[in-house]
């Protein structure tokens, strides 16, 4: 008996074929579901031939890192993408590109405290420490990156803030005092994100149009959008996907969602049909 255990242990050349092979189906399928998950929008790095990096200061001396997808058209309507708490510039890779074929010159930066944005002269930011007061000077980043924008040669008559979570609130905050400022798109906004606060902020918005949307199941966005549509007295929409997705990771599990966007925007800021350029 112990012989025959003993001998069980080795392998014959035609198992040891068949794991071999099993190994080699399992890494194959593993690399196809890799392309699959990024094709489907995952988080990845932008390709290089697709942007460029710039760097800009806010007006109260926070430097701040930023990624330009640029477009062949001449002042093509533009994008300022502005990310969540904790994330950066990054998160917006598959949402920009999808953007720059359609048309719009987007410009997605990391805010204070975050990313590549951790410097203000000598002082070095983390979001981490922020307080009220730092988080509503954020609204700086908004405007910064609105102004790169434009300089990158985006229509200042066709741009739109498009923000996620906290970016979603500073992007309101900031456009409140800005009509240049045609049209916002909320992603999981909430009413008070780290004391930015922006019930009010809709009310004085006006009648400019506002896209929000939110997951069903992340509850307090769910809430805060049915309370900021009440409370908007413009053209104000509200699109609810199944899930409790937040912020940018709604965008990575609807395609869908991603594509509302363009749709919405398309008759407000553009971009515009070539018969309709040339008229």
């Not at 300022?80 to 949402?95: E, I, N, Q, S, Y």
């Not at 988080?135 to 803030?161: C, F, H, S, T, Y």
């Not at 939110?214 to 609810?240: I, N, Q, V």
Request: proline share 6%; hydrophobic share 40%; glycine share 8%.
């Amino acid at each position: 008996m112990t012989s025959g255990r003993t001998h069980s242990h080795i392998p014959r050349p035609r198992d040891a074929f068949a794991r071999t092979r099993d190994v080699l189906l399992l890494k194959a399928a593993l690399a196809t579901v890799g392309m699959v998950l990024c094709a489907c929008g995952a988080p990845h790095e932008a390709p290089p031939d697709n942007t460029r990096d710039i760097a800009f200061a806010t007006s109260d001396g926070v430097e701040i890192a930023a990624t330009v997808y640029p477009v062949d058209t001449p002042k093509p309507p533009g994008l300022v993408l502005v990310h969540m708490l904790g994330a950066d510039r990054r998160v917006w890779g598959p949402f920009a590109l999808r953007a720059q074929r359609a048309g719009y010159l987007c410009l997605a930066f990391d805010l204070r405290g975050h990313g590549d944005s951790r410097a203000r002269g000598d002082e070095s930011l983390s979001y981490r420490q922020f307080n009220t007061a730092d988080w509503r000077a954020a609204v700086e980043d908004v405007g910064a990156a609105k102004r790169a924008l434009l300089e990158q040669g985006a229509d200042p008559e066709n741009l739109a803030l498009v923000g996620a979570s906290i970016g979603a609130n500073l992007a309101l905050s900031y456009a409140v005092g800005h009509e240049d400022v045609p049209a916002v798109v909320l992603v999981s906004p909430g009413l008070d994100y780290k004391g930015v606060k922006i019930e009010e902020a809709i009310v004085a918005y006006g009648r400019r149009p506002v896209l929000l949307m939110t997951s069903e199941g992340d509850s307090y966005s769910a809430m805060s959008c049915t309370t900021l549509k009440r409370a908007a007295p413009g053209l104000c929409e509200l699109r609810e996907y199944k899930g409790a997705t937040h912020g940018t990771a709604l965008f990575d599990v609807s395609v869908t969602a991603i594509e509302q966007v363009f749709l919405w925007l398309k008759p407000i800021i553009g971009p515009q049909e070539e018969e309709d350029r040339d008229d």
